[in-house]
């Protein structure tokens, strides 16, 4: 190897050695950081008394299996200390405008609580009298 290369090579590194200064993250950090993220959802939602099905449905974006990992940790937490659920009181205007932050239709929003199923839904076609 010749001395110039050897040079340039000893001062680039330090360099690359600080990309996350530049906002490039490794795979294992971004990896860490959504399940982070995940799990602190999943717990929020238990304490909040959701059931885990109704906190996917509102953090679509989220790992799954560190939401409930998170909402599974949070619950054995709550039944060993005996902790009740703190049930979220938000008004209306604030309800739908976190509906709309999340991602979620005010329409789908209803029609998923109230368990309407859609007009083109098999189960709400009229059966024949032949069975």
Known sequence: MSRLA????ML???LFG???????ESPEKV???RDAEGRAIGGACRHAGRAIEDCYVMNRKADKAAVFAGWRD????????EMEAVIPEMS????????DASGE????KAASKTGDKK???VANKPKDSKG
């Open 6 to 9: 050897l040079i340039v090579l």
């Open 12 to 14: 680039s590194t330090p």
């Open 18 to 24: 600080g990309c996350e200064m530049l906002g490039i």
């Open 31 to 33: 990896a860490a950081a």
């Open 74 to 81: 949070m619950n054995d937490y709550m039944r060993e200390n």
């Open 92 to 99: 209306g205007q604030n309800a739908t405008k976190a509906a």
């Open 105 to 108: 239709k005010a329409g789908d």
């Open 119 to 121: 007009s083109g839904d």
